[in-house]
């Protein structure tokens, strides 16, 4: 995953689409694993505590409104999600600001 050059030290900035073999709310654990520098337990690190996966997934799947936005904090990182068809993902770690 590509840091822009646009973006923050402390940011990451990700594309997801439908085709991909994996669901939105992997490529957003993958951005935060990214940001944090860090692996994810998994099953510890609980994502519906702060936003719920399944309505994540279908807010952005391919016949989506356009120009869907979502913005929600989890584990010292703010995550960004926009776009429709594709999705940009931007996690900022708000833990180092």
Known sequence: MAQNEHEPANAVQASYTPDQDRTLTEAVLDAIEDCKRDNLQRTDFVLYEDIDPDALNSLFRHDARPRT???FRTDGVEVEL???GGVEIRVT???TE
Do not use: E, F, Q
């Open 69 to 71: 936005t979502v913005n």
């Open 82 to 84: 926009w776009g429709d």
């Open 93 to 95: 770690d708000r833990l």
